[in-house]
């Protein structure tokens, strides 16, 4: 089992910036990924970003240019910069561990972005 507990978000302007972070404990494999998906009302979830242990990373191309991920492996936490905020990227934000285990989920916490 892995347990990821998420902190961050909040509500915020167009334009600005809001940081995520994410902790996973538990049964930690050395290779993982780790990374943020997000939901909005009435839309499926979507990568939003996402990191592996090795250092490769992948971004959703709509926060291309905007977001930034990152991760501390020793603390097995993962970091989403968010950046030039728009209305569009309003959602529920989920962290998302994926290793040899299997794939587990954050709580979900909620961004708003106001124009």
């Known amino acids: 089992q892995v347990q990821l507990v998420e902190s961050g978000g909040g509500s915020v302007q167009a334009g600005g910036s809001l940081r995520f972070s994410c902790a996973a404990s538990?049964?930690?494999?050395?290779?993982?990924?780790m990374g943020w998906y997000r939901q909005a009302p009435g839309k499926q979830r979507e990568l939003v970003a996402v990191?592996?242990?090795?250092?490769?990373?992948k971004y959703a191309d709509s926060v291309k240019g905007r977001f930034t991920i990152s991760r501390d492996n020793a603390k097995n936490t993962v970091y989403l910069q968010m950046n030039s905020l728009k209305p569009e990227d309003t959602a529920v934000y989920y962290c998302?561990?994926?290793?040899?285990?299997?794939?587990?989920w954050g709580q979900g916490t909620p961004v708003t972005v106001s124009s």
């Open positions: 538990g049964s930690i494999f050395s290779i993982n990924a």
């Open positions: 998302n561990y994926f290793g040899s285990g299997g794939s587990y």
């Open positions: 990191a592996s242990s090795g250092g490769t990373t």
